[in-house]
């Protein structure tokens, strides 16, 4: 049986003001990718489930009919709304979680899931979802992963350091666990177990001060997890990058993956 991390609602309240700046943005060639695999139309409907601040709900705003973006944290939400105001994006928003989910909130042709899906009861959420998404609409799960090339050697240092800060953090723990079930696992036992991965590796200039952000985004690092600690690690990431960054910049190659989950062709 796949294990599921307990619910708290509010584990990114004091994250959600640095998750935007810190995490990598999906990149664009992904999302237009995934839009023409699944044959996205004008008129179609998308759901961002656990949207956070919005990135995937803003992407695929111009490339379909309506978006709805569902989280159970208000900072989030607060968020993702600047951000499509920013954007012009029309998207309604809604607060709740993958437990909330049901046909009464109508069909979809995709539901998008970014950094959230080991977050929720994945079975349960695949359940409610095959009375949600149409016959020929599919799951898409993105995510970022970091190849292992010259460019990013500073990775190593810097996870070494979020580990040791984020202590015995129970989803780190249960992530790391032999126990623990890949999604690709949980996907294939579902009514969508038809894989297909697509990704998109860029090289880009990041800031050191973004990095900062990026840990302090993290659940098992925010602000509310660890405290005044938060000021330690965000010096200790300053310093270990000096190595690294020029004029407070470094080069970073992210790998921009979605695995995109369909039902067999009936």
Request: proline share 5%; charged share 25%; hydrophobic share 45%.
């Amino acid at each position: 049986m796949a294990s599921t991390i307990p619910f708290e609602p509010h584990r990114f309240q004091s994250a959600a003001s640095h998750y935007l700046a810190g995490r990598p943005a999906y990149a664009a060639r992904l999302i237009a990718r995934v839009a023409e695999l699944c044959g996205l139309r004008k008129t179609d409907r998308v759901l961002d489930l656990g949207c956070g601040p919005g990135p995937l709900a803003v992407a695929f705003a111009p490339l379909a009919g309506g978006v709805v973006a569902m989280d159970p944290e208000p900072e989030m939400l607060a968020a993702a709304a600047d951000a499509a105001a920013a954007a012009g994006a029309a998207i309604s928003f809604v607060s709740g979680s993958s437990y909330d989910l049901a046909p009464s909130q109508g069909r979809f042709r995709l539901a998008v899931i970014g950094r959230a899906f080991h977050w929720m009861d994945r079975v349960d959420t695949l359940q409610r979802l095959d009375t949600m998404i149409e016959d020929d609409g599919a799951v898409v799960l993105f995510r970022h992963e970091h190849p292992r090339v010259p460019d990013n050697a500073w990775l190593k240092g810097y996870e070494a350091l979020i580990d040791r800060y984020a202590g015995d953090d129970l989803k780190r723990s249960l992530h790391r666990s032999p126990d623990w079930i890949q999604h690709e696992a949980v996907l294939l036992d579902s009514p969508f177990n038809q894989l297909e991965i697509i990704g998109v590796i860029e090289r880009r200039q990041t800031a050191v001060e973004n990095l900062v952000e990026r840990a302090l985004s993290m659940s098992s690092t925010s602000r509310g997890k660890i405290g005044e600690r938060a000021d330690e690690l965000a010096q200790s990431i300053r310093e270990a990058m000096t190595v690294h960054a020029r004029n407070g910049a470094f080069t970073e190659v992210v790998q921009s993956v979605g695995l995109i989950a369909r039902r067999p062709v009936s």
